[in-house]
């Protein structure tokens, strides 16, 4: 898996290609569709997927439906929303660690917690966490400061650290109750284990059915459940022995939100798949959208500098405004997510009949929406697998349909924490790039591969080099 350089646009001659497996030409049998499917389900997208706005037909997960029609994806995800539910074989994909959570409850358990959650998120809550990240950036730079010259490392454990350490200074304000750096391991762990495909899933088998392929994630399962479980408990004491002093973050708002129709507050059950969510699923998208863009800013030397030269400006600004400075480094983070996409799919269960780009969708269909194919997707985006953030500079981002661009979804269920994680990714990357010009080895080009979220196979090691 190599890049190359465009040339076939002069305006674009210096621009990378970066990466990407390379679309099957035809459908694949069913062995071969099963055997990617666990390996990485990006691999198993023909190239019509990336050329038609909606193909239909059955496969070895029953009648399918993908589309990447903007106006088609709208319909599923606000307009007829009612009549697309979470399926199934998403669901068993995530596991029971996540199934009571935001990620995965539907109806009105949805919306109450959606409404307790909301208030740490609005823009003001926000902008407040901007020197709590900063701090938690400058930790990171030193550390990195302390590393020798021309060090080859993987970057991957240290952003994930580093995204771990900003949760605990910030929706878990007196922290995890352990090291961040604890956490890495049994969470990479985690979500190899819970996104990939088996058999078993597949052939639709009742759920206390064995799935081999999840055995090793039975030790991080564990230690990830009890670290939630010690949290909790930590809040709950210090509830108990001081209400008025407990902190209002994520961990306080879930214990103490209220159904204002009925009067209940979230059950247990709840209340760990929502941090199982944040610590796992919210870490873990933000981290890999920053291993990303450094991993294309090294392809793109005049890209890195002139993030370098935002970030010294930007940085020296109040905090609570600087991640509205990094606009060239948001454009490189959304590009990066264009690209690689945190999250690679969702998908949906049509419960009646309806039309989707002027295509009959029966009852029972899986319809899919593939951020890996919708952002590259030759209907929709000029030169798709250049690395270009001009695309989303001021300008040029207003162009791009709301609904062709899917990084943290869309519609009711748009990701809470989006504004939060964007930010976050913004400043964390300014300071590595205020400090370091990151190379990657020669020869080496990182695979995609598609758990729950998209990372690279095997880590990102970099070479440190100071700016």
């Not at 007829?80 to 109806?107: F, P």
């Not at 078993?200 to 064995?210: E, N, Q």
């Not at 969702?346 to 929406?369: C, I, K, P, Y």
Request: with cysteine; charged share 25%.
């Amino acid at each position: 898996m190599e890049f190359s350089r465009a040339a076939s646009d002069p305006a674009r001659a210096a621009f990378v290609r970066p990466p990407a497996p390379p679309p099957q030409e035809r459908p694949l049998s069913a062995f071969a569709t099963l055997r990617l499917l666990r390996r990485n389900p990006i691999e198993t997208w023909t190239r019509a997927h990336f050329e038609q706005p909606i193909l239909i037909g059955r496969t070895i997960l029953g009648p399918i439906a993908v589309v990447s029609d903007p106006a088609a994806i709208r319909r599923v995800l606000v307009d007829n929303a009612a009549n697309y539910r979470k399926d199934a074989l998403q669901k068993r994909l995530l596991g029971e660690s996540l199934c009571d959570g935001l990620l995965e409850v539907e109806g009105e358990a949805w919306r109450a917690q959606r409404r307790a959650l909301a208030p740490l998120f609005t823009p003001r809550a926000v902008a407040a966490f901007a020197g709590v990240m900063a701090e938690a950036a400058a930790a990171l730079v030193a550390r990195w400061r302390r590393l020798p010259e021309g060090r080859r490392f993987d970057v991957q454990p240290e952003i994930a650290g580093a995204t771990l350490d900003i949760l605990g200074r910030t929706l878990f304000s007196d922290g995890l109750g352990r090291d961040a750096s604890a956490f890495t391991r049994p969470l990479t762990d985690f979500f190899r284990s819970v996104g990939t495909f088996d058999p078993f899933d597949l052939l639709d088998l009742p759920d206390w059915a064995p799935r081999l392929g999840r055995r090793r994630s039975g030790k991080a399962l564990v230690f990830f459940e009890e670290a939630v479980d010690a949290l909790i408990a930590r809040r709950r004491r210090l509830v108990a022995r001081n209400p008025a002093g407990a902190p209002r973050d994520l961990l306080g708002l879930l214990l103490l939100a209220r159904d204002p129709e009925t009067g209940q507050g979230l059950t247990p059950a709840e209340v760990r798949a929502n941090i199982a969510t944040f610590i796992g699923a919210g870490h873990e998208t933000t981290a890999n959208a920053v291993i990303w863009s450094l991993y294309l800013l090294s392809l793109a030397p005049d890209w890195r500098r002139r993030l370098a030269a935002e970030a010294d400006a930007a940085l020296s600004g109040p905090a609570d405004s600087c991640a509205a400075r990094l606009v060239e480094t948001r454009a490189v983070i959304e590009e990066a997510m264009r690209l690689y996409p945190p999250v690679a799919s969702m998908s949906r269960e049509a419960v009646e009949f309806d039309t989707l780009a002027g295509r009959r969708v029966r009852r029972g269909t899986l319809v899919v929406v593939s951020q890996w194919v919708l952002h590259r997707h030759r209907l929709l985006w000029d030169e798709p697998d250049l690395f270009d953030p001009r695309r989303f500079l001021p300008g040029a981002r207003e162009k791009i349909d709301r609904f062709a661009y899917l990084p943290l979804g869309a519609g009711p269920r748009v990701c809470v924490g989006g504004a939060f994680a964007l930010q976050e990714a913004a400043i964390l990357l300014a300071h590595i790039v205020r400090d370091f010009a990151l190379e990657t080895p020669r020869g080496h080009a990182p695979k995609p591969v598609q758990r729950v979220t998209l990372r690279p196979d095997g880590g990102l090691p970099m070479i440190l080099r100071r700016r």
